[in-house]
């Protein structure tokens, strides 16, 4: 029994180390750490159960453990994980998937090289050669595929749950070699060619799902790149206003300064005075504001303000952002763009008198955005995000991951408050 017990604690905690991994941390690192710790001890637990119902030699165990196990398993990475549940399930029946894979390669190898250990020796050999094989396979994952898993939105629940559907059906598939496995090294044998074979199609699917992934990648910044031509289309536009304005200006201006002439020949210079400070007063008014010394974060936000304006909705806008700063110009535009586009299109749904405020402060070494805005009632945050997000925000999520930021939605009386954190 106490065998068992350190075996199932071994295999408990691969799994929490590649739950670590793998998941988009929902909670603080101490809170997460206490769900995994708890989960180990179930799982170990559950494992036990198992085994003392139906006998340690019962062709049910294997399969039994697993699915209950699996089952725990699957709660705890969904509960811990921020993903949405469509890329939850990929990433957990990969897991599952892999870690059969190495239980019968670790089963075979032990097999094949130490035929007559004792159970208890072979146990521990087994488990330990599975944990080895799982070493690369985790520095594999951080360094080649996580960051590309990452870059995808969860926002095209199709795709997912498509991948996700190929990848249970081969989990079935690894269940029944991992029951075979377990019955005795003398069955495996003749099934280890049909294994091999197995485990290719496998590979190669998940190959054919990560070029899928990748085409996702693909549409996710031509669409990225779509919405920053919008905007800078519309910059554009001002510009081109700005600039029809200022010859506009520059026509009159002769006969302002004529008029100007006329009045201080006749003597009247009280008259002139006031002419130049009505002048003046109709240049502020058109004048662009300046919020913050930063070029590209003062276009946005003039955009913005302008727009905002016309539409009739009431803006406060308080900012310091400098002219120097870490945070790409490209990634500015991405944030405040869509941040402050959905503000506004919240605002007009709900048809609310309220107001949109908007504050960016540069803290230390960070750079922190919150912008709120009245919406509709029936709008839902979950898991300190919108239930029903879009294009915009996963843009929003891509570009404040490069500065290792944190987006968090809350809604409070009607009011939907976003704060961004970013790390410069």
């Excluded at 629940?157 to 249970?168: R, T």
């Excluded at 269940?175 to 044998?189: I, K, N, T």
């Excluded at 955009?303 to 490209?330: C, H, K, P, W």
């Excluded at 009245?374 to 843009?395: F, H, T, Y």
Aim: some cysteine; charged content about 15%.
């Amino acid at each position: 029994m106490i065998h068992m017990i350190a075996a199932m604690a071994l295999i408990s905690i691969t799994h929490t180390v590649c739950f670590a991994t793998m998941i988009e941390r929902k909670y603080s690192i101490k809170k997460t750490a206490i769900i995994y710790a708890l989960f180990c001890l179930s799982f170990v637990f559950l494992t036990i159960v198992i085994f003392l119902i139906f006998g340690y030699s019962s062709a049910y165990v294997v399969a039994a453990a697993f699915l209950m196990t699996i089952i725990a398993a699957f709660f705890v990475f969904v509960f811990t994980s921020a993903d949405l549940m469509c890329k939850k399930l990929f990433l957990f029946v990969s897991q599952a998937n892999i870690f059969s894979i190495f239980q019968c390669i670790a089963i075979i190898l032990c097999g094949t090289f130490f035929p007559n250990l004792p159970e208890n020796s072979a146990t521990y050999v087994k488990n330990i050669m599975r944990t080895l094989l799982y070493i690369p396979m985790i520095w594999i994952y951080i360094r080649c595929l996580k960051p590309t898993i990452r870059k995808i939105p969860g926002t095209n629940k199709k795709s997912w749950y498509s991948i996700s559907l190929v990848s249970a059906l081969f989990t079935v598939g690894f269940l029944m070699f991992m029951s075979v496995c377990h019955a005795g090294y003398d069955h495996v044998e003749q099934y280890i060619s049909l294994f091999v074979i197995f485990v290719v199609i496998y590979c190669s699917t998940l190959w054919g799902s990560f070029e899928t992934i990748r085409s996702m990648i693909n549409e996710n910044k031509i669409e990225l790149i779509s919405l920053n031509m919008k905007y800078l289309q519309g910059q554009l536009k001002t510009a081109r206003e700005n600039e029809l304005f200022a010859k506009t200006i520059r026509h009159d201006f002769r006969h302002h300064n004529l008029n100007i002439a006329s009045m201080l020949k006749k003597g009247e210079i009280r008259e002139a005075l006031l002419y130049i400070d009505q002048y003046n007063e109709s240049l502020d008014a058109v004048k662009p504001k300046e919020f913050c010394p930063n070029v590209t974060v003062n276009a946005v936000l003039n955009s913005f303000y302008t727009e905002a304006r016309n539409a009739g909705i009431s803006v406060l806008i308080d900012a310091d952002t400098q002219e120097e700063t870490a945070i790409a110009d490209m990634d500015f535009v991405a944030i405040l763009s869509n941040l402050l586009e959905n503000a506004l299109n919240g605002c007009k749904e709900c048809n609310s008198g309220g107001e949109i405020k908007v504050n960016i402060r540069s803290v230390a070494d960070k750079t922190v955005i919150v912008c709120s805005n009245p919406c509709k009632p029936d709008l839902a945050v979950e898991n300190n995000m919108l239930k029903d997000r879009g294009i915009g925000i996963d843009s929003m999520v891509l570009a404040a991951r490069k500065y290792d930021g944190d987006i968090r939605y809350s809604l409070e009386n009607a009011v939907l408050t976003v704060c961004i954190i970013l790390k410069s």
